[in-house]
């Protein structure tokens, strides 16, 4: 697969899918019981499902992100992150053994893996470090939600720890688009490159089957 990219190649690269859980994108979530619009994550959804089918049959690792909160990880800093201490926020998303903590209309099948989260970045208090280096992965394809928070948050970390990052612009999706826009933006700038899932999808689907299967083999190995 010489011909590919290198970041793009499935030798090097892994699908991150960040945060599509239930109550992060599904009309019936905490999110949206409160008002805000999941609409464009419902739209996103099918668009993801089709490049994660792409990045099986390419070979690539696809690592779902998974937030969880409960009693062992709401520290006060974390409860009050919006106002003083003392104030106690309760946390609504993501509780820990609940529908909403479920993923949305995606999820892992077999080979596939899962990294539990905590804090908006995939990098902080997590083994996911620990998972890229034994596949051997050197570049990160970031889709998911909020495409500003969650989603750039954990890019931008991936940068910091020496790896390639991409930002998937059309399977990643926030509650206001002009939010997403200027993440895409600032991505863009400063951070990687931003691509389409259709440039990615027609990208592996020129490599080789056999290949791809040697990349596989290579992986869970």
Same mark, same amino acid.
């Given at each position: ?129 620990? #998972?890229? %280096?034994?596949?051997? /992965? @050197? *570049?990160? +394809?970031?889709? &998911? #939600?909020? %495409?500003?928070?969650? /989603? @750039? *948050?954990? +890019?931008?970390? &991936? ?5 390639? /990052? ?56």
């Amino acid at each position: 697969m010489t011909d590919l990219p290198f970041r793009y190649d499935p030798a090097h690269a892994a699908l991150i899918v960040v945060d599509v859980q239930n109550d992060f994108c599904s009309p019936d979530g905490s999110l949206g019981k409160i008002g805000n619009d999941v609409s464009a994550a419902v739209t996103m959804v099918p668009r993801l499902q089709g490049l994660i089918d792409a990045a099986h049959g390419a070979g690539l690792p696809v690592i779902f992100i998974q937030t969880l909160h409960d009693e062992t990880n709401d520290s006060p800093q974390w409860l009050n992150r919006h106002g003083e201490p003392g104030k106690n926020r309760s946390s609504i998303t993501c509780r820990t053994g609940t529908w909403g903590a479920d993923f949305y209309e995606v999820g892992p099948v077999a080979g596939d893996l899962v990294v539990n989260k905590y804090r908006y970045s995939a990098f902080v208090g997590t083994n996911l470090q620990i #998972v890229l %280096t034994t596949l051997g /992965v @050197e *570049s990160l +394809l970031f889709t &998911g #939600v909020a %495409t500003e928070v969650c /989603v @750039e *948050s954990s +890019l931008r970390d &991936g940068l910091f720890a020496e790896y390639y /990052v991409t930002l998937v612009d059309d399977c990643a999706a926030s509650y206001d688009q002009a939010a997403h826009d200027a993440s895409v933006r600032g991505v863009a700038k400063n951070f990687g490159t931003v691509v389409s899932s259709g440039y990615l999808e027609g990208l592996w689907a020129e490599a080789p089957a056999e290949a791809a299967e040697q990349v596989l083999a290579a992986a869970v190995a």
